[in-house]
Structures are given as structure tokens and as C-alpha cells.
């Protein structure tokens, strides 16, 4: 994806009353996704700063975004009504993992969304992922499969995904509309209809000036931090025994087709079309479903 000048349009929902805090988080995280290539020139950004953590971007194709901070690259799993990270791969299986579900999209899904997790890590090691019974490996620091994508999320700087390519025409237009829509998720038709019609009243443009800029600020941001946090993580590696530094065995990475009867886990929907997760001693057929949408 491209443009004359490298700008990112952003399109930004913000009240008067809103904390500063909010803007201010919001455009850190696009620096972010900007400096790792999620995000190009040309690419665009449609936001509400009531509702953090979620935007919808046009960039390669159309899709809702949102980030989830993880400890490693790890595994990830996709199905039509969630994205589950997971430290091994059992442990995408399991409820208490972080993920994100479709039903708290900010937006009622349609069947055209394309819904990307970005999972943010520091770790040197590639993310791997499973659907349909089988393990894959990210191409471009990303995996997808049916509507769901996860991007293995690299911070620091030190790598970068592909150039984009051009959306098609329908994301184009696709975008415009479910931007727009999360862009007045928290207000009611009439601001809707103010948005609608009054779109660049509520646009900018961050141009590569602006992002060096932010990028220098996080620079910093990040020495001050370490000088406070660097004394604790020195203490934390020194006691005895500190098991959550020593990683997992290979008998916690077992095959995926054995994945969801080990874990006790059975997945379904319900009429609602909202996951349902249901604990079992055994799954009902022994053998994991293949996922549908």
C-alpha cells in the first residue's frame, strides 16, 4: 500500500471531556503497529478513544484490531468465535488464556470482517499456530484462516513485516463503512450521522516526522522505566527455584488432534452464535470437531 507523502490517516472519535490519556495511548499503539509494518503509507485508521484498545484499519485489507500483550510468541488458535494465545500449544485450549472473542467486538461482527489480534512480544521465537486439527507456521509474522488472523506482534524494532500490498476496491469501501461505525459505537444516531457527514472534521494525518517523534518520546519512556524496573527483575532472577523463568516441558506440547480431549475441553455454539465452553472429564466424540463458521 502506498502514498504520496508516507502519511497514515487517522480518523479519531474524541469528546471534549475525554482524559488526554486516551489520545495519547491510542497514537502510541499505530506508531507501534507503523513501525512493525501492520500499517503503511496510505494506510488509514478509524478510532473511537472512549472505546481503547480497538480500531479499525485499512491497510492490506479491511479489519477490526485489537492488541493483546503476551510474555512470548507462543501459539495461538483460531476458530469462527475467538483468537486464544497460549504459552504451548495445550495451553490454547484452555479458559483461562488470553484471547479475544468476537462477541466483545465493539460492533456487531458481519460475515465479510476480517478480525485481526495483534500479539505483542518481545520474543526472538516465531509464533505457531492451529486450526483444523493440524499446526501451522506464520508467513510475514501472520496466520489466517476464515475471517480470523493473528499477527505475531514483534516490538523493539528489530524486524518488520513485508511491504503492503493494495487492498482490492471492496475493502476499501468495506472499511469506510465499519470505521465509521466503530468511530460512533459509543454515541447514539444522531453523532452517528455528524460523523458520517462531516468525516474529515474529525481527521488527521500522522506523516514518518510524526512517528520519529513519538518513537523518541517511547525512547525515553522506556530508559526512565528500566532504570526503575531493572533492580526488581535483578532481584526476581536471583531467588531460588523461580519456576516461571524455567519454561515448560515437552510433555506440555502434545499433538493438536489429541489437544481438546487432554485439555477437557469441548467447543460449540450456541444458537446465539456465542462460543460456548463447556468442561468434560471426555469429549462427547474423543476427537476434536472441525471448526466451521
Known amino acids: 500500500m502506498s502514498s504520496d507523502t508516507g502519511d497514515v490517516r487517522v480518523h479519531m472519535y474524541v469528546a471534549p471531556n475525554t482524559p488526554s490519556a486516551g489520545p495519547a495511548q491510542m497514537l502510541y499503539q499505530i506508531m507501534e503497529l507503523w513501525e512493525f509494518g501492520v500499517l503503511g503509507p496510505g494506510s488509514r485508521v478509524w478510532c473511537n478513544i472512549d472505546i481503547p484498545n480497538a480500531m479499525w484499519v485499512l491497510s492490506d485489507r479491511s479489519s477490526f484490531l485489537r492488541v493483546i500483550d503476551v510474555p512470548s510468541a507462543g501459539w495461538v488458535r483460531l476458530s469462527p468465535q475467538e483468537v486464544v494465545w497460549g504459552r504451548v500449544l495445550n495451553d490454547v485450549y484452555k479458559s483461562d488464556q488470553p484471547r479475544f472473542e468476537l462477541r466483545g467486538m465493539p460492533i456487531a461482527p458481519d460475515p465479510y470482517d476480517t478480525v485481526t489480534v495483534a500479539f505483542r512480544n518481545n520474543d526472538s521465537e516465531p509464533m505457531r499456530a492451529t486450526f483444523s486439527n493440524a499446526t501451522h507456521t506464520c508467513v510475514d509474522f501472520e496466520i489466517a484462516h476464515r475471517g480470523r488472523r493473528a499477527i505475531d506482534f514483534k516490538m523493539g524494532g528489530l524486524v518488520r513485516k513485508s511491504a503492503l500490498a493494495e487492498p482490492t476496491e471492496f475493502d476499501r469501501c468495506h472499511a469506510m463503512v465499519r470505521g465509521v461505525e466503530l468511530m460512533s459505537a459509543s454515541t447514539g444516531a ?59 516441558t515437552d510433555e506440555d506440547a502434545f499433538e493438536p488432534e489429541e489437544d481438546a480431549e487432554k485439555a477437557g475441553y469441548a467447543e460449540g455454539t450456541s444458537s446465539g452464535g456465542s462460543t460456548v465452553q463447556v468442561n468434560q472429564s471426555k469429549s462427547t466424540s474423543g476427537e476434536v470437531q472441525e471448526e466451521v463458521s
Open 190 to 248: 444522531a453523532m452517528h450521522a455528524v460523523i458520517r457527514e462531516n468525516l474529515d472534521a474529525f481527521t488527521t494525518t500522522i506523516g514518518p516526522e510524526d512517528f520519529e517523534r513519538m518513537r523518541s518520546a517511547r525512547q525515553r519512556m522506556s530508559q526512565a522505566t528500566e532504570r526503575i524496573v531493572d533492580p526488581i527483575m535483578q532481584s526476581i532472577v536471583e531467588l531460588p527455584g523461580i519456576g516461571p523463568f524455567n519454561g515448560y
